[in-house]
């Protein structure tokens, strides 16, 4: 008898923030593997007779190459088990799940997909900073300070953009760079920004400054990953609207 994979969404940090068919498949799995950016208080709902296999990623520090995941997806699966992989966030958003499907449906392994609150989403939400305000931003587009190879080459003329908010996933990576390249290609120089430190954690901590001075700004605080960047004129309303208190 085949088993079958679960690709789940963990949200961004808060348990609570869990879908209810994320957690009623988690607390029925037969193993989990699961990523650095999952909470341990989602992490604490895996069964005792489960078998947890953690798998994360840092920057340059895989504790498993990404092939040797994929592989044992399939096998636990051949196995008939009941297999949770679980991601932090969304796994379709800067979550290598998209990767990770194309493997098992060349294996002929039978999976579903269970979307999670994206760290944009949440991070944003408990920051106190709507994404999209009808007086201040009518788009809002997502992408990655890492790359594939390393680099943090983004398509800079796009991302300057009016009424636009740019939301950076892992952006501490060459932070200093990108506000240089953002400046470069026409961005405000006193465009309003935030990070997001741990959001919706009881860690949670949210700088705002100006582009030209957020590199400072997290430098002077000791910022760590992960964290969020924000920019935009939607930034302007963080203290008006600021709500969680951790």
């Given amino acids: 008898m085949s088993g079958k994979v679960y690709l789940v969404g963990g949200g961004p940090g808060d348990p609570e923030l869990l879908t209810l068919k994320a957690h009623r498949i988690l607390t029925q799995a037969d193993v989990v593997l699961y990523d650095r950016l999952v909470g341990d208080q989602i992490i604490a709902l895996i069964p005792d007779s489960a078998e947890a296999l953690y798998v994360g990623k840092a920057k340059s520090k895989h504790s498993l190459p990404q092939e040797d995941i994929n592989k044992l997806l399939c096998e636990k699966a051949a196995e008939g088990k009941c297999v949770v992989r679980l991601k932090g966030g969304d796994p379709f958003i800067f979550g290598r799940g998209g990767e990770e499907i194309e493997e098992l449906v060349d294996a002929g ?70 506000a240089e390249k953002l400046v470069a290609h026409g961005m405000n120089k006193d465009m309003s920004v935030a990070v997001v430190e741990k959001g919706t954690t009881l860690s949670q901590r949210v700088f705002t400054s100006n582009i030209c001075e957020i590199n400072q700004v997290v430098i002077d605080n000791e910022v760590k990953s992960p964290s969020l960047l924000i920019i935009g004129d939607v930034v302007k309303l963080q203290t008006r609207l600021s709500w969680f208190k951790p």
């Fill in 109 to 178: 392994v039978e999976f579903e997909v269970i979307p999670g609150v994206t760290a944009a989403a949440g991070c944003a939400a408990y920051a106190g900073i709507p994404l999209t305000h009808r007086d201040y931003a009518q788009s809002v587009r997502f992408v990655t300070g890492h790359l594939k190879d390393g680099s943090t080459d983004l398509p800079w003329g796009e991302l300057v953009h009016p009424a636009q908010t740019l939301v950076i996933y892992m952006g501490l990576t060459g932070l200093a760079e990108t």
